[in-house]
């Protein structure tokens, strides 16, 4: 099995093509398979189609925010137990729905701007975590 399927892939969900670009690009170094979604309904689709290991998912998008897509996320069983990372420019002290948020289990922030040691590290610990849970 090579080094990319055991990784699995991350599902990275921002607006702005260029940061899903750069963000795919940093994990795919390290070794993980990534799969892009520009939008809300796309990051649900490809989520519930195929479930990913984490997802990298930005705060502010238009139509659906990343606090709406986590919700649904959650409240679907095929996808409850997938590790998400916000990653925002707010103050967590900004967003009270993203606070309660990232005091769930699962789930990360990573402020922009970040660097590639700071993503690997936030991907790192949500699989460490997930796995820790599911071994007990």
Same mark, same amino acid.
């Not at 998912?57 to 959650?74: F, Q, Y």
């Not at 922030?109 to 849970?133: H, N, T, W």
């Given at each position: 099995?090579?080094?990319?399927?055991?990784?699995?892939?991350?599902?990275?969900?921002?607006?702005?093509?260029?940061?899903?670009?750069? +963000?795919? %690009?940093?994990?795919?170094?390290?070794?993980? !398979?990534? #799969?892009?979604?520009?939008?809300?309904? $796309?990051?649900? *689709?490809?989520?519930?189609?195929?479930?990913?290991?984490?997802?990298?998912?930005?705060?502010?998008?238009?139509?659906?925010?990343?606090?709406?897509?986590?919700?649904?996320?959650?409240?679907?069983?095929?996808?409850?137990?997938?590790?998400?990372?916000? +990653?925002? %420019?707010?103050?967590?002290?900004?967003?009270? !729905?993203? #606070?309660?948020?990232?005091?769930?289990? $699962?789930?990360? *922030?990573?402020?922009?701007?970040?660097?590639?040691?700071?993503?690997?590290?936030?991907?790192?610990?949500?699989?460490?975590?997930?796995?820790?849970?599911?071994?007990?």
């Amino acid at each position: 099995m090579s080094a990319v399927m055991e990784k699995g892939y991350v599902l990275v969900v921002d607006d702005e093509p260029l940061l899903c670009r750069m +963000v795919s %690009a940093m994990l795919l170094r390290a070794g993980y !398979d990534t #799969r892009t979604a520009i939008n809300g309904q $796309d990051a649900l *689709q490809q989520a519930t189609q195929q479930p990913p290991r984490v997802i990298t998912l930005d705060v502010m998008m238009p139509d659906m925010s990343g606090i709406e897509v986590a919700r649904h996320l959650r409240s679907t069983p095929e996808t409850a137990g997938i590790p998400i990372i916000f +990653v925002t %420019a707010l103050d967590r002290s900004v967003s009270m !729905d993203l #606070r309660r948020f990232t005091e769930e289990p $699962d789930v990360y *922030q990573l402020d922009k701007p970040f660097s590639r040691a700071q993503l690997l590290a936030q991907v790192e610990i949500a699989l460490q975590s997930k796995e820790g849970r599911e071994a007990n």
